[in-house]
């Protein structure tokens, strides 16, 4: 058993999630994090919503409320859709806690104690009229690296490429429109050269990882460049240092804040367990740095591909330089040496009927739209089979309806179904397996079924999940074969129904044990069938959303959070003769081929 911490990419506070997004970092991280608990590791997942920077107040200024408002309504909106699609976080929090701004203040104190954050003279933006600073969102002017004319003063949201408001062409104020003054000005900046040394060292010993996101990292240690770290902001982590702390018009750049809330949320998580030092089972580094050997937490990340910097190159930056061994050295803080990641995870992206998903353009749907109509569980088959996994792949709703209706309906449903209601309808119960034994078929069948259990989770943990769910399916194919051939409904004379007994028996073996494969990738129908078997109790447990007191006196909020102690275990349970059984419901809906142009007409061209 080991420690296994499930760090979920922070979903940006600005509005609902569309299924891009969770096909990227929420389903993935949920499907690991399932099967690792199976297997019996301690896993803690966590999360939550990503609420400071320019976009939120710019946002907020355009609808006439506080940051603070919106970043309220979408914390509670994006709860509530990882919610519907039932992702296991142990905690799902938020950024703007007092907890959290206290852990990045921590991180950002001891770097600069260390050496690693240094003050740097930049241009500052001023308006001509009044004499003031001009904060970035006020700034807009035309990108200089892709063109796009609407570039904001820290980012181009057309490339995605942080920008200062000094490198716009042609800047101006959104104010009043006047031609910004730019005068010298001090922020912070990350020097990420002083890493470079020990970022190779512990990328050169990393094993497993997706070989493009490895490439992909590796490439950005050959250019590495001090990274600012603050910016002219009131809406945010405030600086904690003396002449900084009170001024308002300075604050931590968001990207540094945010990748901190794996740590903050980790640390919320133990001061509401109980036992405020617990995170520490998933955080102390515990083992020699750099020889590739981990103690026994291992920490795995997942991202969308467009997050792989933070994840590969600043966020072990941060933690090298909390632990003090960049190239400047230096003490670890109070936290104590703090382990890197064990693995980034990284996804591709998803594109929606051959287009990149656009809200403002309508090429969407979004997670509480598609769960007012579909089943959560449908939506996750899709990704898991489907996805973004190791290349960009594209949903369309015909391949959505075909998944649905041939493999999860007509194969893994039917199979339910079938082997179920028979045994309903001739034993009233699960039949015992004949005194005469078992055939070769019966035997090859539930080895298939056992065998199963180390091939997909072997898959799983090696973030291999699209072939690991196709294992699973295999699974459900030869079960179906076996029924096929074995005919049990042609054995239905005095002679036969013994056999026709144990035939059923096998079958529904397979199912159980089909079913307990399939959890991590749909647990709501896999608490169904446990049910149609007879079971009782959780097998597959829920996330719940709960509205909590902050720990620090800040208002109350919900987090999503949950009891995952109960439900299955990663094994074979032996089915058991005599447990009474009555005829199912249908596990999964088959939809009607007139969803596709429904759907198609709601897309925006
Ligand atoms: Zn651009």
Redesign the pocket.
């Known amino acids: 058993m080991s420690h296994v911490l499930a760090a979920v990419a922070w979903p940006y506070a600005n509005g609902p999630r569309h299924i891009g997004h969770v096909s990227g970092f929420g389903v993935p991280s949920d499907v690991f994090s399932r099967y690792m608990r199976m297997a019996g590791h301690d896993v803690l997942m966590v999360s939550g919503t990503d609420e400071h920077g320019t976009p939120i107040q710019v946002q907020a200024d355009r609808e006439g409320v506080s940051p603070r408002e919106l970043a309220d309504r979408y914390n509670r909106v994006i709860v509530e859709d990882l919610h519907g699609l039932g992702l296991s976080y142990d905690l799902f929090t938020r950024t703007t806690t007092p907890n959290h701004h206290a852990v990045v203040q921590e991180l950002f104190e001891t770097l600069h104690r260390n050496g690693y954050i240094v003050p740097k003279v930049t241009m500052g933006a001023i308006s001509p009229s009044t004499g003031r600073t001009l904060p970035d969102r006020y700034i807009e002017g035309t990108?200089p690296?892709?063109?796009?004319p609407h570039?904001r003063g820290d980012q181009?949201d057309?490339?995605g490429?942080q920008l200062d408001p000094v490198d716009l062409v042609n800047p101006r104020s959104k104010i009043n429109g006047e031609t910004p003054r730019f005068v010298e000005t001090e922020h912070f900046f990350l020097d990420l050269p002083a890493f470079a040394r020990a970022l190779t060292t512990w990328l050169d010993s990393r094993e497993g990882w997706r070989p493009n996101v490895l490439r992909f990292s590796r490439n950005l240690l050959d250019d590495l460049q001090p990274r600012a770290i603050s910016r002219d902001l009131e809406w945010g982590v405030p600086i904690p240092l003396e002449g900084w702390r009170d001024r308002s018009d300075k604050r931590i750049y968001v990207w540094f804040d945010a990748v901190i809330g794996y740590l903050s949320a980790s640390i919320e998580w133990a001061r509401r367990s109980g036992d405020p030092q617990a995170w520490r089972r998933w955080w102390a580094a515990d083992a020699q740095r750099g020889g590739g050997v981990d103690g026994d937490a291992r920490g795995y990340y997942f991202m969308g591909k467009d997050n792989i910097v933070f994840h590969s190159v600043i966020w072990p930056a941060l933690l090298l330089g909390y632990d003090g061994e960049g190239d400047r050295g230096g003490e670890p803080g109070d936290l104590g040496r703090l382990q890197l990641p064990t693995e980034v995870v990284s996804s591709e992206f998803l594109t929606m009927e051959g287009r990149k998903f656009s809200s403002s353009r309508q090429v969407v749907i979004y997670v509480r739209d598609f769960l007012a109509r579909y089943d959560a569980d449908a939506l996750r088959y899709f990704i898991a089979v489907a996805g973004p996994e190791s290349q960009d792949t594209d949903f369309t709703w015909a391949e959505f309806l075909r998944r649905n209706n041939d493999e999860l309906v007509a194969g893994w449903g039917n199979l339910v179904n079938r082997s179920i209601s028979m045994a309903a309808k001739n034993f009233g119960a699960i039949p015992p397996v004949d005194p005469a034994g078992l055939t070769e078929a019966d035997q090859a069948l539930l080895g298939t079924a056992r065998a199963g259990f180390g091939t997909v989770g072997g898959l799983i943990s090696r973030h291999r999940q699209k072939q690991a769910i196709g294992e699973a399916m295999r699974v459900v194919a030869e079960a179906n074969r076996y029924l096929s051939e074995q005919a049990p409904w042609k054995l239905r004379s005095e002679a036969d129904k013994p056999r026709m007994g144990t035939v059923l028996h096998v079958a529904l073996q397979a199912v159980s044990d089909a079913n307990t494969l399939l959890t991590p990738f749909l647990p709501y129908s896999a608490q169904r069938v446990h049910e149609l078997l007879g079971g009782t109790g959780v097998h597959a447990p829920m996330p719940s959303i709960v509205e909590v007191d902050d720990l620090d006196g800040g208002p109350s909020y919900p987090v999503l959070t949950g009891d995952y102690t109960v439900g299955a275990r990663w094994e074979s349970v032996p089915v058991e003769a005599g447990r009474p059984l009555a005829a199912p419901k249908p596990v999964f809906r088959k939809l009607d081929p007139s969803i596709v142009d429904e759907e198609l007409a709601r897309l925006g061209d």
């Open positions: 990108c690296i892709c063109g796009y570039a181009c057309n490339c490429n």
